[in-house]
């Protein structure tokens, strides 16, 4: 069954440290792949997206994430964080630019001075 | 700001009732996809219209139906409403050749009492 998995519920992480997420996906073929963030009460933003080209992209507010192929994974970084970071960050997949999006369960991430 | 917008945002009704939520997609864009997001099922894929017409159903209860409009608003009509409906309701719209990602809205959250 197709699937995908964010590993961390809950991240702590101190202003200015480092952030990974992890994201892994279990899907027939590599499917368009997305990471979105959700601040308190607000909708869905998009950071970045990936299907196909150069596997380390670009997003927004200094997010990158990284596509291998050979994991399955599409993990997203930020090299130093900011308070305005803490949100709830989910990864998703779908299987086409048409198709649905199956989300991960998401991962919260806090920020501590 | 995506440019979607959804009405009402907070909307609160008892058991067995029946809402409409209503979505306004970007300027331009066609599909139109309706998600719900609760604590125990995360974000789950309801529907998808393109230019008027159903293109796919996820996990969606007999009890809702959505529509899209001419003028390509969508509604998702939810009814006989039970306590586990509550939930945050977001639409998002793509457009054609876009690339898969989807821009979503700031969500209508429906209580239930």
């Known amino acids: 069954a197709q699937s995908v998995t964010q590993p961390d519920i809950h991240i702590t992480v101190s202003e200015g440290a480092s952030l990974e997420l992890r994201c892994n996906y279990s899907?027939?073929?590599?499917?368009?792949l997305f990471w979105y963030v959700q601040s308190p009460g607000q909708g869905l933003q998009l950071l970045l997206k990936?299907?196909?080209?150069?596997?380390l992209v670009q997003g927004i507010k200094g997010f990158e994430a990284e596509f291998k192929r050979s994991q399955s994974s599409f993990n997203l970084r930020k090299p130093s964080v900011h308070w305005s970071d803490a949100a709830e960050y989910f990864c998703?997949?779908?299987?086409?630019?048409?198709?649905?999006?199956?989300f991960g369960a998401g991962t919260q991430v806090v920020v501590t001075p | 700001d995506s440019g979607v917008t959804q009405t009402p945002k907070h909307l609160i009704t008892a058991t067995g009732q029946r809402v409409t939520l209503r979505c306004s997609p970007r300027?331009?864009?066609?599909?139109v996809y309706w998600y719900q997001q609760s604590l125990d099922q995360g974000l789950q894929f309801l529907i998808h219209y393109y230019n008027g017409e159903e293109r796919a159903k996820g996990n969606i209860l007999e009890r809702f139906s959505a529509q899209q409009f001419p003028d390509l608003h969508s509604e998702l009509n939810l009814s006989s409403l039970e306590l586990g409906d509550s939930a945050l309701y977001f639409c998002?719209?793509?457009?054609?050749?876009?690339?898969?990602?989807?821009?979503f809205g700031p969500g209508t959250r429906l209580t239930v009492l």
């Open positions: 300027s331009g864009d066609l599909s």
């Open positions: 998703a997949v779908a299987p086409d630019s048409w198709g649905k999006l199956q």
């Open positions: 899907y027939g073929a590599t499917p368009y």
């Open positions: 998002a719209s793509s457009s054609p050749g876009g690339g898969g990602e989807q821009f």
């Open positions: 990936y299907f196909s080209g150069d596997t």
